[in-house]
């Protein structure tokens, strides 16, 4: 492992900078430049939630940090969590295998799905299912026509009718579409209603569940 | 041989009657030998769009019922030649009749006709399999509007699962100066949803009102823009290359050659 204090990983709702326990800020700050030189590509205009496995930085060390990371990296925090379990022991003692299987393997992974591709459009009172893993539309979903996947939905044209991500619950499932105006979104148990039945604003946009709990729809720059 | 063409929409009072009337009316102005199937057993309007309601002795379900053969059971409209109609029992209902029944009809009269139009009732039940059984293709009609659009859509889908195909759209009761003004939908966004080749554009028009209350279709009146629309529908049923809209016509068609001058 080449970074013990600092991680970052790519979930279903973007980068997360998963920092574990640690000594001193300055000590965060070192394990982060590491970890960012680390990744060959540039992170600039992306975003990051910010993970800590305990709650060992103060308020104001996270602002700072979050200042840091938007100066130098151009990378903005979009959220901070304080994973709910005991504060472990300063890094030296720290089991770091153990925390990166639980960061890992505890949702059901992208990984494991397969996918399958739809080379049409799916019309009112059709339906498409694949619960087995993620479902790629080469076509519209339209209006009265249903799309459920136990992974990802991607709509390579317009979404009108409605989608239904990781059906068997797991929630980094995502929903994109090039051109967004669906009935109804679901990722696992969530229902979105609120950015139903807007117009296609001419971008892709992505579809997730956001840090409280409810279906974001923003923008897609990249996965 | 000839071609079995539905006519069919999901939605009622779109104006698949209308078109079905009007088409096939253009398409004996041009020369060709039509027969007009009216499909909506139990509730048949064909007849009296086309004015041809007292002439009706036979039905479908008497051919089917073996009541009479089915030359006899075709009734000929008198003002122009090659052009027929196949009428509908009224006091039958959609389950009398089988798909395959129909299909068999179908198939006999592509045998001695150049066109055979089939007005589909309303629905994707029994009467919509009915009216498609023995189609070679199709014409979808919809308004601009999202309920007719949805219904419109999934016809489509059910026709190309039977592998009827090519679906013609029919757009009708187009308004220009609605869409103008933002109320309607335009053209770009009915086709980008439906996705499918379309064949002809037809205005709002308070002539076909009239023309129904007559029994006379539109397509006699040469000079009204709804018959100028079903006539350009004809011709390229034939196989004519023109264009959808007649770009010549100053005013009615104005506003869309703005907006194709403008977009693309
Ligand atoms: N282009 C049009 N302009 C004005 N009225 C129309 C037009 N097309 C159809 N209509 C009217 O709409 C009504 C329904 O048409 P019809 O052909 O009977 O529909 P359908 O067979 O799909 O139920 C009729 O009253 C008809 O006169
Ligand atoms: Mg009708």
């Not at chain 1, 602002?63 to 472990?88: C, F, H, M, N, W």
């Not at chain 2, 027929?84 to 006709?113: F, G, V, W, Y």
Request: charged residues 25%.
């Amino acid at each position: 492992m080449a970074n013990s204090i600092v991680a970052l990983r790519a979930y279903g709702d973007g980068l997360h900078l998963i920092i574990r326990p640690h000594l001193s800020i300055a000590e965060v700050e070192a394990a982060i430049q590491q970890e960012i030189s680390r990744m060959n590509r540039s992170l600039a205009g992306t975003s990051v939630q910010i993970d800590l496995k305990s709650p060992t930085l103060k308020e104001e060390e996270i602002e700072l940090l979050s200042s840091k990371l938007q100066e130098t990296y151009d990378l903005t925090v979009r959220g901070v969590e304080v994973a709910d379990e005991p504060i472990a022991p300063p890094i030296a003692a720290a089991p770091t295998t153990h925390i990166i299987s639980q960061t890992t393997d505890t949702r059901p992974s992208r990984d494991s799905e397969l996918s399958r591709i739809v080379p049409n459009t799916i019309r009112s009172g059709q339906t498409e299912e694949f619960p087995q893993g993620s479902l790629i539309i080469y076509g519209d979903v339209n209006s009265g026509g249903e799309v459920k996947a136990g992974g990802d939905i991607v709509v390579l044209g317009t979404l009108r009718g409605s989608a239904y991500a990781g059906m068997n619950g797991r929630l980094s499932a995502v929903i994109i579409a090039m051109d967004f105006a669906p009935l109804k979104l679901q990722i696992g148990n969530y229902v979105n209603r609120s950015s139903v039945n807007q117009q296609p604003r001419g971008y892709p946009e992505i579809a997730r569940i956001g840090a409280e709990d409810v279906i974001i729809v923003e923008k897609f720059v990249k996965f | 041989m000839g071609k079995v063409i539905v006519v069919t929409s999901g939605k009622g009072g779109v104006g698949k009657t209308t078109s079905t009337a009007n088409l096939g009316t253009a398409l004996a102005l041009l020369g060709k030998t039509v027969v007009v199937v009216d499909a909506d057993v139990g509730l048949r309007n064909l007849d009296i769009v086309m004015g041809l309601e007292s002439r009706i002795v036979y039905t479908s379900m008497d051919v089917i019922e073996k009541q009479c053969e089915l030359s006899k059971a075709l009734v000929r409209d008198r003002r122009v030649d090659g052009l027929m109609l196949l009428a509908a029992s009224q006091k039958n209902n959609k389950d009398d009749i089988q798909p395959e029944q129909m299909k068999a009809i179908c198939d006999k009269l592509r045998t001695a006709h150049d066109f055979v139009l089939v007005d589909s009732p309303a629905g994707i039940e029994r009467g919509f399999s009915n009216a498609s059984a023995g189609a070679d293709e199709a014409i979808v009609v919809t308004t601009p509007d999202v309920s007719a659009i949805r219904d419109a859509d999934r016809i489509i889908g059910l026709l190309q699962n039977a592998r009827i195909e090519p679906i013609n759209l029919v757009l009708n009761r187009f308004s220009p100066e609605l869409v103008g003004n933002g109320s309607m939908m335009d053209q770009a966004d009915v086709l980008d949803i439906l996705n499918i080749n379309l064949i002809g554009v037809v205005p709002e028009d308070s002539g076909v009102i009239t023309s129904t209350n007559r029994g006379i279709p539109l397509v006699y009146e040469d000079g009204s823009p709804g018959a100028q629309a079903y006539m350009r529908i004809a011709r390229r049923l034939t196989g004519q290359r023109i264009p959808i809209h007649d770009f010549e016509q100053k005013g009615l068609f104005s506003n869309i050659l703005n907006w194709f001058t403008r977009k693309r």
